[in-house]
């Protein structure tokens, strides 16, 4: 069975710091993985996924995700947040062939000023 | 291009009525998809549609639903509702469906409290 974990529930970060949310997923074949965020009252964006080929993947608002099999990671990183960035983040690995995603139980980020 | 849209986006109801939740997938999207999302259990899967024919379902009882009609639209029904049942309902929408590979757009959501 498919399985993520995001070990982090909440997260503080400064505005203009890096951050970084990590990912570990349970997954018996090549897993397609998935980024996306949900801000307050709304439904999730997609920031980023891995399907195959460079283990490290650009997605949208500077986000930018790293590929590792031998640790089953899939974690997230951001160079310089923006308070905008605030927000609940949601790793998810879904099969090939079909699209039932299994989400992790999301990581909320706080930016402060 | 307009995104997936959700109606009602509130709702309230009482143990043991029913209620339909109903989606407008992005324009050209076949593939609808509906998940729960509460702070408990998080977002799981409850089942896809495509073409009008479920084609993948979670792990959920009876109880819930779905249907989805000619013009990609997609109601889904809860009946004999309990108070678990009160959650952010997600719908999204693909073009194709049927693999990870097709991006999932996902709509506002309707919360749904049950008393």
């Known amino acids: 069975a498919q399985s993520v974990t995001q070990p982090d529930i909440h997260i503080t970060v400064s505005e203009g710091a890096s951050l970084e949310l990590r990912c570990n997923y349970s997954?018996?074949?090549?897993?397609?993985l998935f980024w996306y965020v949900q801000s307050p009252g709304q439904g999730l964006q997609l920031l980023l996924k891995?399907?195959?080929?460079?283990?490290l993947v650009q997605g949208i608002k500077g986000f930018e995700a790293e590929f590792k099999r031998s640790q089953s990671s899939f974690n997230l990183r951001k160079p310089s947040v923006h308070w905008s960035d605030a927000a609940e983040y949601f790793c998810?690995?879904?099969?090939?062939?079909?699209?039932?995603?299994?989400f992790g139980a999301g990581t909320t980020v706080t930016v402060r000023a | 291009k307009a995104g997936v849209t959700q109606t009602p986006r509130y709702l309230i109801k009482t143990r043991g009525q029913q209620v339909t939740l109903s989606c407008s997938p992005i324009?050209?999207?076949?593939?609808v998809s509906w998940y729960q999302q509460t702070p408990g259990q998080g977002l799981q899967f409850l089942f896809e549609?495509?073409?009008?024919?479920?084609?993948n379902k979670g792990n959920f009882p009876g109880r819930f639903s779905g249907r989805q009609f000619s013009n990609s639209r997609s109601e889904m029904n809860v009946s004999t509702l309990e108070l678990g049942d009160s959650a952010l309902y997600l719908c999204?929408?693909?073009?194709?469906?049927?693999?990870?590979?097709?991006?999932?757009?996902f709509g506002p959501g309707t919360r749904l409290t049950v008393l």
């Open positions: 999204a929408s693909s073009l194709e469906g049927g693999g990870s590979t097709d991006t999932q757009y």
């Open positions: 997954y018996g074949a090549t897993p397609y």
């Open positions: 891995y399907f195959s080929g460079d283990t």
């Open positions: 998810a690995v879904g099969p090939y062939n079909d699209y039932k995603l299994s």
């Open positions: 324009s050209g999207h076949r593939s």
């Open positions: 549609y495509f073409s009008e024919t479920q084609r």
